[in-house]
């Protein structure tokens, strides 16, 4: 762990140290005549505009201004001097290319702005938003070789629309279709001019005919014209209207003739190919399979599966949504490498095509084999190895089977449990068929393909010295999902069952008295023999991916563990009523949790992020306690990073006793945390957080081994903090974190005194080996 502080300070000294040099003048790096663009500022005057309408303008054209500037970090350029100090390099490789060009950027030089252009600009883009007869002017301030672009825009009165028409000549199909659309128009009187509106109002009306049939629309058939004469006060009336020129085909509706799939399409010959079948030969009757025909002379694949994906039927107008729906189906169904569409036109008169389906199958089986490395802030390190085998059509209907076997070990580094070690080692197999099976009529209008999910596995963990358990697990359930933002997963039957092995007598002597009555009762749960099964149900909905400027995330869970069978047979073990199966106590309770987030986009290269989760685990009617792999944990690289993995709570007990030294995992029943984040972008692949983390866990019910462990009204007075600081490198295809934190108030220290600055002792040189944690991770902590 020293050695890695070493190599954190290191890192942050090099990077300050580069931040300061670069202070010095960039401008010493320029021949003469060379001018260092830094940047611009607009301004927009007008007395017809209110301060709102000025403000909203000027924040939209700042960023139609070119190029952009070199960046900058608190008004230094470490990037441009990076650039500058490293020698051109020989060859397009190696560290001196990589440090120049892609951790360094070149100058942006005044000589690189085209000043006239972006007046150009300035003046379309006002008068597409409607403030027409716009006009810019511009000015230079140059020093020390450094210039800076000033540019004024003065926009004349913005013009409204007073009235949208439609077509009225309705002796078209087309233009009746059009006039149909008009309801859900985004051209609103009293709203101001806006080009873009007007081309979302074009695409609009393209997609609404795409779902009537009119497969060979394009939104330029459409213009809408703007007559500024009929109207005053700076209003104009439009008129949306079909071009003149629009091609026939363009007219008319189209409907499916035939659906034909080759599920084993060579895409490098499809030049070669022939794809198109005459569908008066009579050997093609072969291939049909209700309303489709599937050309699969290896048999590869079972023709109900695309009955299932495909929304198209001999005879269907042709619909967009439809055809969106079966290509994503398609490549869903992950069997496939590549999925094309192509629409044949096969009668011009009577408009109608043939839809073909050329899909390029994945290879079916791959094999994997994973070696890892790893260490946490609890002192453990140890490393992994998987592998891992994938079918994706096992029984010819793209189900899914993997299956993985695994072992793994974790030595502790230093610390007061040297040699307590874990080893562990299991296989698991998951078949994910792409249907769900159930005994009711599942129907989904989803892009996406629902599931049915069968999971059994097992795993062998010893720990050294302590005992050795075996834990097998079993599932069965669905998967399937709304749209792109909304999740289901829900297992009907999720069973796991624990027994230990071998428990060593050193572990039964922290356990048990000498008379035999037990000392320690969490400790002995660890070792219990355990029952849990029952139905589990989680729920996501993000839109994350949206290019948004705030997202959301959310995930509940709830985990319902013997409810049923606890009622039927009237189990309570507080009657000294404990039911068992197998002679096994079963385990019962109810469990929720919520995870949510939130992420604000500050700018182009900030972000702000923050998560809370809460949760409770509820234990009655068969059980006392929570199992001890369903409860909750804090601690560690993914929660509150300023305290080591699981060794935070619960409430305010001190982990620092003798049983904490000899079991470390701490556990609870209730769980609270609060994360905040902020995230900036310094150069390249390089980028800096400032955190701060907060929350606890507490028990439902009082356990003599954790005094102060159990919920009360004086919970807030037991929440942890922690801040820190942390570096991100961004390597694309993974992201490697370095987090620095430091506890701020640590909850069983004395009520009223567990701030933890008030027991620093900074005059110590060891003060930061308890009061600094380093966390090594993979990706983002939320």
Not at 338 to 353: A, C, G, P, Q, R
Not at 426 to 450: K, T
Not at 758 to 780: E, P, T
Request: proline share 4%; net charge positive.
């Amino acid at each position: 762990m020293k050695k890695n502080y070493k190599i954190a300070v290191k890192l942050l000294v090099t990077i300050g140290t580069i931040l300061m040099v670069s202070s010095c003048s960039n401008t010493r790096f320029l021949e003469e005549g060379q001018q260092l663009y830094t940047g611009s500022k607009l301004t927009v005057e007008g007395d017809s505009l209110t301060k709102k309408e000025k403000s909203e303008l000027k924040n939209q054209l700042e960023n139609t201004i070119i190029p952009k500037p070199n960046s900058s970090f608190f008004g230094l350029r470490p990037r441009l001097y990076i650039y500058n100090i490293t020698k051109e390099p020989k060859k397009e490789k190696g560290i001196r290319y990589w440090l120049k060009y892609k951790v360094g950027e070149k100058p942006v030089l005044l000589s690189n702005v085209d000043i006239e252009f972006n007046k150009d600009i300035l003046v379309n883009y006002s008068e597409n938003k409607g403030y027409f007869n716009a006009k810019a002017v511009s000015d230079t301030i140059s020093k020390n070789k450094k210039t800076e672009i000033y540019y004024n825009l003065k926009p004349k009165a913005r013009y409204y629309i007073s009235q949208i028409n439609f077509p009225s000549d309705t002796s078209s199909i087309i233009n009746q279709e059009i006039a149909k659309t008009k309801d859900k128009t985004l051209l609103k009187p009293n709203q101001p001019f806006d080009l873009d509106v007007i081309k979302s109002e074009r695409e609009r009306i393209d997609n609404r005919l795409k779902e009537k049939g009119f497969y060979y629309f394009h939104p330029d058939n459409i213009i809408v014209q703007a007559d500024s004469t009929v109207s005053k006060n700076h209003h104009v009336e439009l008129f949306v209207k079909l071009k003149n020129n629009t091609p026939q085909e363009a007219k008319e509706q189209f409907t499916i003739e035939n659906v034909i799939v080759y599920p084993n399409f060579n895409i490098r010959n499809s030049k070669k190919e022939s794809i198109q079948i005459p569908m008066h030969n009579d050997s093609l009757a072969k291939y049909a399979y209700k309303d489709y025909y599937v050309i699969d002379s290896k048999k590869t694949f079972k023709p109900k599966i695309f009955d299932r994906a495909l929304y198209f039927e001999k005879g269907d107008l042709y619909n967009r949504e439809n055809h969106n729906l079966s290509l994503n189906r398609l490549i869903n169904l992950g069997v496939f490498k590549f999925v094309k569409n192509n629409f044949v036109l096969t009668d011009s008169i009577n408009h109608k095509f043939d839809a073909y389906y050329l899909l390029t199958p994945r290879d079916f089986q791959s094999l994997r084999f994973e070696v890892l490395g790893r260490t946490n802030s609890a002192n453990y390190g140890g490393g992994e190895l998987n592998l891992n085998w994938t079918n994706r059509n096992i029984f010819k209907g793209a189900e899914q089977l993997k299956m993985a076997l695994y072992g793994a070990f974790d030595v502790q580094l230093g610390g007061p449990k040297n040699g307590n070690n874990i080893f562990r080692a299991g296989f698991n197999s998951q078949l994910s068929i792409p249907r769900i099976i159930a005994p009711f009529r599942f129907n989904s209008s989803s892009a996406f393909v629902p599931r049915t999910n069968v999971n059994i596995g097992y795993e062998y963990q010893n720990r050294t010295k302590l005992y050795t358990l075996h834990n097998f697990n079993t599932s069965f359930g669905y998967t399937w999902k709304e749209n792109a933002k909304k999740e289901h997963d829900l297992k009907i039957f999720d069973a796991t069952l624990v027994f230990p092995e071998k428990i060593t007598d050193e572990y039964n002597e922290q356990i048990y008295f000498p008379d035999g009555s037990i000392k320690n009762p969490s400790l002995k749960r660890v070792v219990d023999k355990q029952l849990i099964f029952g139905p589990t149900y989680s729920y996501t909905y993000t839109t994350t991916m949206l290019p948004k400027k705030n997202t959301f995330y959310y995930r509940g869970m709830v985990d319902l563990a013997a409810n049923i069978t606890g009622l039927i047979s009237g189990a309570n073990v507080k009657k000294d009523n404990q039911k068992e199966i197998f002679k096994i106590p079963y385990s019962q309770y109810a469990k929720m949790e919520h995870d949510v987030r939130f992420y604000h986009k500050i700018s182009e290269k900030s972000s702000f992020a923050t998560r809370f989760i809460g949760g409770i685990a509820y234990p009655y009617g068969n059980s006392e306690f929570v199992p001890f792999s369903k409860q909750f944990f804090v601690g560690g690289s993914n929660s509150i990073r300023a305290f080591r993995a699981r060794t935070l709570g619960p409430g305010s007990y001190d982990p620092r006793t003798q049983n904490a030294n000899f079991y470390f995992d701490q556990s609870g029943d209730i769980k609270l945390e609060l994360n905040a984040e902020y995230r900036a972008n310094l150069f390249s692949f390089l980028n800096l957080a400032i955190f701060a983390d907060a929350g606890n866990i507490w028990l439902v019910n009082d356990d003599p081994d954790k005094p102060g462990g159990k919920f009360s009204k004086d919970f807030m007075s037991e929440i942890a903090v922690g801040a820190g600081i942390g570096l991100r490198f961004d390597f694309s295809i993974m992201v490697l974190r370095l987090d620095l934190a430091m506890p701020l108030r640590v909850p069983y220290y004395e009520k009223g005194d567990r701030w933890a600055f008030d027991k620093i002792d900074f005059s110590n040189k060891d003060w930061r080996k308890d009061n600094l944690i380093l966390n090594i991770a993979i990706g983002y902590p939320f």
